[in-house]
């Protein structure tokens, strides 16, 4: 998606420990106009893949993964990163490391939301390392729900994440791809 990068290179910062800043568009401040277009974007990525239900990680992927949930028309569910009073019943649960909080979490979602019957599309703004996507994978596996893909809307390439689902057969489409990155300069993938 051209303007992903555009957006990148004209709004976004690159941060000591190789962080990327955009929350003028993507993660505190949304440009909400640019967000439908990418949920639009992702729902035309994996039109023919069935989706019955979108999954993301709170807080950064909620907006992105319910753009797309409602260009889809089907629900999104969010893993939330700590078991708390509001979720209830059994769950099921895996191991994240947060890239940018350098920390780990224990991600949950109620078995109510997720199950054997659901066709799942992981969705996530960053796609790094692949730690939260393993994560969510782990979190479906545990269902038994059928993963269809993945959607990030800005992949770290650099750092293989995407590389190596893609290498156990998986579909991984992201909106832009960052072959490398330093304080200053980003280049894309072609």
């Known amino acids: 998606m051209r303007m992903m990068e555009e957006k990148i290179l004209s709004e976004g910062s690159v941060l000591p420990g190789g962080i990327l800043k955009v929350g003028s568009f993507l993660n505190q401040q949304i440009d909400t106009c640019f967000l439908k277009e990418i949920g639009e974007e992702i729902a035309r990525l994996f039109s023919n893949d069935h989706v019955t239900k979108i999954l993301t990680i709170e807080s950064s992927g909620i907006a992105i993964a319910a753009a797309a949930g409602i260009a889809m028309g089907v629900p999104m569910v969010f893993a939330k990163k700590h078991k708390s009073s509001n979720v209830d019943g059994e769950v099921y649960s ?96 072609t």
């Open 94 to 189: 895996a191991l994240v490391h947060s890239f940018t909080k350098n920390t780990d979490y224990n991600v949950v979602v109620s078995r109510d939301y997720l199950t054997g019957a659901d066709r799942v599309l992981l969705v996530d703004d960053f796609l790094a390392a692949g730690n939260a996507f393993n994560g969510l994978l782990e979190l479906c596996r545990q269902a038994g729900a059928e993963v269809v893909g993945f959607s990030a809307a800005i992949e770290k390439g650099f750092q293989r994440g995407g590389d190596k689902l893609r290498e156990k057969g998986y579909k991984v489409e992201s909106l832009a791809v960052i072959g490398s990155m330093t304080d200053s300069e980003i280049v894309f993938r």
